[in-house]
């Protein structure tokens, strides 16, 4: 029962931690982007990462580990594919920023200047992304009250 509210309750902080880092994160790609701006996009990153891998890990854990109704709950119900597709579309969204902050931390250790030149593009792609965790949200709230059945 106790692993059971635990891991719930980290499946929902990391929803609020990444919602809350990939706005940051959007809010600070459209920022300048001097040394301290790009500090700014690492660190709202950082955290949508790391929200992103106990969101994974906490779901996965939650939804095939026993924990919650079980596999067959979640593989025969509409708005957890729902979910699932809104998290490809995010996952996949991700791909592009994802592989350019990776450049951009490699130039900026190598006392190099990257290019931002894209920042405003990785910017919207975040808030979209921020929008598709909402309907995310939405998606889950209604398969945990028994819709899509």
């Given at each position: 029962?106790?692993?059971?509210?635990?891991?719930?309750?980290?499946?929902?902080?990391?929803?609020?931690?990444?919602?809350?880092?990939?706005?940051?994160?959007?809010?600070?790609?459209?920022?300048?982007?001097?040394?301290?701006?790009?500090?700014?996009?690492?660190?709202?990153?950082?955290?949508?990462?790391?929200?992103?891998?106990?969101?994974?890990?906490?779901?996965?854990?939650?939804?095939?580990?026993?924990?919650?109704?079980?596999?067959?709950?979640?593989?025969?119900?509409?708005?957890?594919?729902?979910?699932?597709?809104?998290?490809?579309?995010i996952?996949?969204?991700?791909?592009?920023p994802?592989?350019?902050?990776?450049?951009?931390?490699?130039?900026?250790?190598?006392?190099?200047?990257?290019?931002?030149?894209?920042?405003?593009?990785?910017?919207?792609?975040?808030?979209?992304?921020a929008?598709?965790?909402v309907?995310?949200?939405?998606?889950?709230?209604?398969?945990?009250?028994?819709?899509?059945?």
């Amino acid at each position: 029962m106790t692993v059971r509210w635990l891991v719930a309750a980290l499946h929902l902080l990391a929803l609020g931690t990444g919602l809350g880092a990939v706005w940051g994160r959007g809010r600070a790609l459209r920022g300048t982007l001097d040394t301290a701006g790009l500090r700014r996009v690492f660190y709202a990153d950082a955290w949508w990462g790391i929200a992103a891998l106990l969101w994974i890990g906490t779901g996965i854990a939650r939804a095939f580990g026993g924990l919650e109704k079980g596999a067959a709950y979640y593989l025969h119900n509409h708005f957890f594919w729902a979910k699932m597709a809104l998290f490809a579309l995010i996952f996949t969204l991700e791909m592009a920023p994802m592989m350019a902050l990776i450049g951009w931390r490699s130039a900026v250790r190598g006392g190099d200047r990257p290019d931002t030149s894209r920042a405003g593009t990785f910017a919207n792609i975040s808030f979209v992304q921020a929008g598709l965790v909402v309907l995310m949200v939405l998606a889950a709230t209604a398969m945990a009250r028994g819709y899509g059945e």
